[in-house]
């Protein structure tokens, strides 16, 4: 389908002649068409708007290929968070196990291996050798 450049109507009017036996002058005449109205009409596009009807002759491709980069984009959009959290959990360790992870390793506020356990100050090997401190075994009362 295109554009067309250039126009051209034409219009003949013709006076069909022959004989006739009625009207003394047109006895003897042959049968003919005689053209009585010639009438010609022509347009042309010039070169500057034949350029700008090229142009919008290309808007429909121009469109859809504008129309297909956005629909792509919306599609990569929607599948790109689904994905990234796909990816990311894979390689990430949950947030909970890293900080239990990370107290075991690092050495408590009094020295000792763990901050979960809380030894007043004592290593192992102290709290192997002495007894637990209980206030219901010593000599004075609490209010002594």
């Known amino acids: 389908m295109g554009i067309p450049l250039e126009v051209a109507a034409r219009f003949q009017l013709n006076l069909l002649i022959r ?3 009625n009207v003394a002058l047109y006895q003897d005449v042959p049968t003919v068409f005689f053209p009585v109205l010639w009438f010609q009409q022509k347009v042309t596009v010039s070169p500057e708007v034949a350029a700008d009807l090229r142009q919008v002759h290309a808007l429909p491709t121009i469109g859809y290929i504008c129309a297909g980069v956005v629909i792509a984009f919306g599609i990569l959009l929607i599948l790109w968070f ?3 959290k ?10 909970r196990q890293r900080d239990v992870e990370k107290e075991k390793e690092s050495p408590g506020p009094d020295g000792a291996d763990s901050p979960l356990i809380f030894t007043n100050g004592l290593k192992t090997s102290e709290k192997s050798s002495t007894k637990p401190h209980d206030s219901r075994t010593t000599d004075k009362g609490p209010y002594n």
């Open 19 to 21: 004989p006739s036996s």
């Open 82 to 84: 689904p994905l990234l």
């Open 86 to 95: 796909l990816i990311c959990r894979r390689d990430r360790v949950p947030k």
